[in-house]
């Protein structure tokens, strides 16, 4: 079996038309069943299903179709790869990352990357929670991931920076006036929570850490993107925690952005499927100008059993 045969089946499935389907890979409807019966005999059984309109996945087919799509998209993954450490023309670099990564620290990032590599596009996929972004990292869908350091990951993992999650206040709560404040001060305080809210012990981080400073945290609003709960806390509908760079250099008359003593902090990495080839240069970049981190950590091992969590220090 050949690649291009895997994509031709990848695509008759999508589009559930072998017409459609051909229109779209720009071969005649003929040539495209032939390499699809030929893939057929290569794999041993039939895939697909003719029926009068459309087509229907055979048990095979539905059983070849991830490993059928997972190839495709990597050889996708390679060229753009290739291309993009080349600087080439044309070249693209898919980028997944949380919401709250790519509105507080990716901007500055992007913004360089054009100037130094004008010909390469950069392609941004956001996602609301962790668990999503591995996923869609693992099934191919971009090239690396900018996010806390996963848990249980097979590629590499580089370290990138350390965010600090803090609290954000309306101005005009008591507490506005204050730098820092401690944790059980809030325990009468409403809460706006966040999808993206790390999980911690099986358990979500603001839950677990309320509880240790002896309360539970009263939810009001439940959101699922930072830049939402921001807003919400400068309404004055509750505190919210998000991490400092969200919100800095955009706090202004409305809200207050307070440190938690002691200070909580979780590792910012990009992690990848494969080596980051093409990647490399995005993630020293995203390194260097990193406000929020530091350009001297070492590249974490591939395969290590890492927690993903958010560290409260003193």
Same mark, same amino acid.
């Given at each position: ?69 997972? %190839?495709?998209?990597? #050889?996708?993954?390679?060229?753009? /790869?290739? =291309? @993009?450490?080349?600087?080439? *023309?044309?070249?693209?670099? &898919? ?70 999650? %803090?609290?954000?206040? #309306?101005?005009?709560?008591?507490? /506005?006036? =204050? @730098?820092?404040?401690?944790? *059980?001060?809030?325990?009468? &305080? ?82 990848? =499927? ?41």
């Amino acid at each position: 079996m050949s690649l291009r045969q895997m994509e031709y089946f990848v695509t008759v499935v999508e589009e559930t038309s072998f017409t459609r389907a051909a229109e779209l890979l720009h071969v005649t409807q003929p040539a495209l069943s032939h390499q699809i019966k030929a893939l057929e005999r290569a794999v041993g059984g039939e895939l697909l299903e003719r029926l009068p309109r459309g087509v229907r996945l055979t048990p095979m087919g539905r059983a070849f179709l991830p490993h059928a799509r997972l %190839a495709v998209r990597s #050889a996708l993954q390679a060229r753009r /790869a290739a =291309r @993009a450490a080349a600087g080439s *023309e044309g070249g693209e670099l &898919h980028i997944a990352s949380l919401h709250s990564v790519a509105v507080g620290v990716l901007p500055e990032t992007f913004a360089r990357w054009r100037r130094t590599h004008p010909g390469v596009q950069l392609l941004l996929h956001e996602y609301a929670s962790t668990e999503a972004l591995e996923e869609s990292l693992e099934r191919g869908a971009a090239d690396l991931a900018v996010g806390p350091s996963p848990r249980h990951w097979q590629g590499p993992v580089v370290p990138v920076g350390e965010e600090e999650i %803090a609290l954000v206040v #309306a101005f005009d709560d008591p507490l /506005a006036g =204050r @730098a820092s404040v401690r944790l *059980e001060e809030l325990a009468d &305080h409403a809460w706006v929570r966040c999808a993206m809210e790390p999980v911690v012990e099986g358990r979500p981080f603001l839950d677990l850490v309320c509880e240790r400073a002896g309360f539970t945290p009263r939810t009001v609003v439940r959101t699922e993107h930072t830049s939402t709960a921001v807003r919400m806390a400068a309404a004055g509908v509750g505190v919210v925690a998000v991490p400092t760079h969200v919100v800095r250099g955009g706090i202004g008359e409305d809200c207050v952005l307070l440190s938690v003593d002691p200070a909580w902090k979780r590792a910012l990495t990009v992690f990848s =499927r494969v080596e980051l080839v093409g990647a490399a240069a995005f993630t020293e970049l995203l390194r260097a100008c990193a406000p929020y981190g530091t350009s001297t950590l070492s590249p974490v091992r591939p395969n290590a059993d890492r927690d993903c969590r958010a560290e409260v220090v003193g």
